[in-house]
T-cell receptor, first 111, second 122 residues
Framework: QKEVEQDPGPLSVPEGAIVSLNCTYS??????FMWYRQYSRKGPELLMY????GNKEDGRFTAQVDKSSKYISLFIRDSQPSDSATYLC???????????FGKGTTLSVSS | DTGVSQDPRHKITKRGQNVTFRCDPI?????LYWYRQTLGQGPEFLTY????????KSRLLSDRFSAERPKGSFSTLEIQRTEQGDSAMYLC????????????????????FGEGSWLTVV
């Protein structure tokens, strides 16, 4: 079992839909949780960064962390065609430097 | 453009040849990272520099790989005697943090990635 599991999709939704992206993990020592967006053949771009449990909102994006279930989510409201990309979750333990990534979920938003 | 810069963006090489990638981090970022990403997978950590010191290396970084950051600014990643399994995108990232440990909500934790260097070994 990999440390971080993420359904690769693809996920297809119509414009304006609410999108839910999820990751599960096995290492209870993870404390830092991030979501990156990656367009085709580009580097990952940081969307959201949260520490420990709880919610964080930034515009149309909401990140949730449930450490008791070892489950994190990213919600995208009012999805746009420009949101079409691969979304990567990433995690890190307190004292480590390496980010552990999921495989990424490919999202397609149609107009 | 003040982001992380990587060069070359694409490299095709024959098996057995050596290749070198360069990374210029965001100005004054102390931390620099190298990751590797293959198709359909998330990035995998290779190595980490705090200024010029290479403080952490992944087991993925075989003896054929060497990374340097001689003056604490730009970094190079060299792959010797390339193999077809080395075909991947090599990502460089940087962050401004100087703390030995991550501090919650510290902006220096934010890691910025470059556009990547694609390597194809034929």
């Amino acid at each position: 079992q990999k440390e971080v599991e993420q359904d690769p999709g693809p996920l297809s939704v119509p414009e304006g839909a609410i999108v839910s992206l999820n990751c599960t993990y096995s290492n209870s020592a993870f404390q830092y949780f991030m979501w990156y967006r990656q367009y085709s053949r580009k580097g990952p771009e940081l969307l959201m960064y949260t520490y420990s449990s709880g919610n964080k909102e930034d515009g149309r994006f909401t990140a949730q962390v449930d450490k008791s279930s070892k489950y994190i989510s990213l919600f995208i409201r009012d999805s746009q065609p420009s949101d079409s990309a691969t979304y990567l979750c990433a995690m890190k333990v307190q004292a480590g430097t390496a980010l552990i990534f999921g495989k990424g979920t490919t999202l397609s938003v149609s107009s | 453009d003040t982001g992380v810069s990587q060069d070359p963006r694409h490299k095709i090489t024959k098996r057995g040849q050596n290749v070198t990638f360069r990374c210029d981090p965001i100005s004054e970022h102390n931390r620099l990272y190298w990751y590797r990403q293959t198709l359909g997978q998330g990035p995998e950590f290779l190595t980490y520099f705090q200024n010029e010191a290479q403080l952490e290396k992944s087991r993925l970084l075989s003896d054929r790989f060497s990374a340097e950051r001689p003056k604490g600014s730009f970094s190079t990643l060299e792959i010797q005697r390339t193999e077809q399994g080395d075909s991947a995108m090599y990502l460089c990232a940087s962050s401004p943090g100087t703390a030995a440990l991550w501090v919650p909500f510290y902006s220096g934790n934010t890691i910025y990635f470059g556009e990547g260097s694609w390597l194809t070994v034929v």
